[in-house]
Nanobody, 123 residues
Framework: QVQLVESGGGLVQAGGSLRLSCAAS????????MGWFRQAPGKEREFVAS????????TYVDSVKGRFTISRDKAKKTVYLQMNSLKPEDTAVYYC????????????????WGQGTQVTVSS
């Protein structure tokens, strides 16, 4: 079992930065692949980024490449999403998720989810 708690969301102007954190509890955190997803009002949940259990492999949706960076700190059992050059279209609730055996972009492949943190980017 893994419990996930996101933090770090807020209101920021376009061009600004935020760093989201996802704190995990559970003894097997280091063996899980981790992902960030987001969901804007009226839209489906969208894959943002994922990272391998070792932290040496990452994937991103095209719309955030070069602006967002996913990382993990195994000792702190925390996954981060550094978001730079934010745009109004990045506005959404951001969720972290844990998967047992994949770093895919499909939400159904993830077994555990946090409660989400709101990110709002004003123009």
């Amino acid at each position: 079992q893994v419990q996930l708690v996101e933090s770090g969301g807020g209101l920021v102007q376009a061009g600004g930065s935020l760093r989201l954190s996802c704190a995990a509890s559970g003894r097997t955190f280091s063996t899980y692949f981790m992902g960030w997803f987001r969901q804007a009002p009226g839209k489906e949940r969208e894959f943002v980024a994922s990272i391998s259990w070792g932290g040496d492999s990452t994937t991103y949706v095209d719309s955030v490449k070069g602006r967002f960076t996913i990382s993990r700190d195994k000792a702190k059992k925390t996954v981060y999403l550094q978001m730079n050059s934010l745009k109004p279209e990045d506005t959404a609730v951001y969720y972290c998720a844990a998967a047992i055996s994949t770093m895919s972009g499909h939400p159904d492949d993830y077994s555990y989810w946090g409660q989400g943190t709101q990110v709002t980017v004003s123009s």
